[in-house]
């Protein structure tokens, strides 16, 4: 069974850094994107950053030039460097891979507060 597993959140001040790690476990024949969503308290799920299977790079406007995606297609996994971190930030964050479904990881509480 595909499953994707996040390490990584925290509690961080505001102006830190964090770096998420999603691993998938299990058989899995292709994958395409990769990407990271993230789910505030009382607001839907959307979408920060993905990767496609060609490299390219997207991000939520509120992220860019703070948080930089990578994979590691060999491994596949997938990374979420976080840096100056806002209290906005503050979320559970789920990493999505895409291959013949979408698989979603368990979710990691990443906290930024003073």
């Known amino acids: 069974q595909v499953q994707p597993v996040e390490s990584g959140g925290g509690l961080v001040q505001p102006g830190g850094s964090l770096r998420l790690s999603c691993a998938v476990s299990?058989?899995?024949?292709?994958?395409?994107?990769m990407g990271w969503y993230r789910q505030a308290p009382g607001k839907q799920r959307e979408l920060v950053a993905i990767?496609?299977?060609?490299?390219?790079?997207n991000y939520v406007d509120s992220v860019k030039g703070r948080f930089t995606i990578s994979r590691f297609n060999a491994k596949n996994t997938v990374y979420l460097q976080m840096n100056s971190l806002k209290p906005e930030d503050t979320a559970v964050y789920y990493c999505n891979v895409v291959g013949e479904t979408h698989y979603w990881g368990q979710g990691t509480q990443v906290t930024v507060s003073s």
């Open positions: 299990g058989i899995i024949f292709s994958i395409n994107a």
């Open positions: 990767v496609s299977s060609s490299g390219m790079k």
